[in-house]
C-alpha cells in the first residue's frame, strides 16, 4: 500500500510563505497527476493545484499567482510553494496522486494556517 506523507504546514502571518511538500512511501508507476487538496472547516474539499506528467497545471481561480505546484518524477514527490497568503488560505492540504488506472492516493493532510 502506497503511503504519502506530507510535511511543511504550520502557522503563518498573512502575506508570508510556506512551502509543503509530498513524499510516496514507495515508487508510484503511471501517474496521470499529483496534486494539492485543501479543506477548511465547514466547507468541502477542492482542488488547490495539480501537475500533470507532461508538466502541465492547474489552478484554483483564487491561489493563481501566489501558489507553485512542482513535481520531482524520479523522487514521486510533489510541492506547493504558497506567497502571499490570505486568512482563507486556511484549511488542511492534502496531497494527492492519481495514475492512469485510476489508482487515487491520498496524504493524512498538513493543517496550513494563516493568520490576520
Known amino acids: 500500500q502506497v503511503q504519502l506523507v506530507e510535511s511543511g504546514g504550520g502557522l503563518v502571518q498573512a502575506g508570508g510563505s510556506l512551502r509543503l511538500s509530498c513524499a510516496a512511501s514507495r515508487s508510484i508507476f503511471s501517474i496521470n497527476y499529483m496534486g494539492w487538496y485543501r479543506q477548511a472547516p465547514g466547507k468541502q474539499r477542492e482542488l488547490v493545484a495539480r501537475i500533470f506528467s507532461g508538466g502541465r497545471t492547474n489552478y484554483a481561480d483564487s491561489v493563481k499567482g501566489r501558489f507553485t505546484v512542482s513535481r520531482d518524477n524520479a523522487k514521486n514527490t510533489v510541492s506547493l510553494e504558497m506567497n502571499s497568503l490570505k486568512p482563507e488560505d486556511t484549511a488542511v492540504y492534502y496531497c494527492?496522486?492519481?495514475?492512469?488506472?485510476?489508482?487515487?492516493?491520498w496524504g493524512q493532510g498538513a493543517q496550513v494556517t494563516v493568520s490576520s
Open positions: 494527492n496522486v492519481v495514475t492512469t488506472r485510476y489508482d487515487n492516493y
